[in-house]
């Protein structure tokens, strides 16, 4: 089991699999307004100015799970990215979260993003994640028939000069595998 487990959370990681289903197609001002956080706290020694600078990317980064565009993407990340919990076979920089929500969007193509609450403090960006949709498209070797996917996540990423430039992430992925039935509940 723990090899079948490992080479899962790999296919997770990598999300590089072919789809029977297209992402659903949501346009970039949709998917920016779907992903506006619920709710949001931010340390108040930041200026007006210097939060709208902070937050912009953070907009375009969860608009950018919701419909994969690469536009939003280049909006939200720098150039030198660095994912500090790289999950193994997931490439480093600006490539792994593009390659990462081609995949999981192949699987999930209705995915939903919901901010549940933002923290804001210096150059620090905490948001409180919820993906949910239904399992319809191809996960490695499985096939969705519609199974309901609801899992959290919680990332904490820098900002420099507008741009995303570090992020730490931990999504509840044993939940997501058990969901579609790869890994038994």
Known sequence: ??????????????????????????????????????????AGDIPKARLREILKPIDAFYGFWVNGSLRLLDAAISSNFIDHTLPPGRPQGPTGPATASKGFLAAVPGLKVTVVQRLVVADRVVSQLRFTGQFTGRFGDHVGHGQTVDFIATDIVEVAHGRITDNWHLEDNLTFLQQIGVVPR
């Open 1 to 42: 089991m723990k090899t079948s487990i490992r080479l899962s959370l790999a296919a997770l990681a990598t999300c590089a699999m072919p789809s029977i289903a297209a992402a659903a197609e949501v346009s970039d001002t949709d998917a920016l307004a779907m992903t506006r956080p619920q709710a949001i706290l931010v």
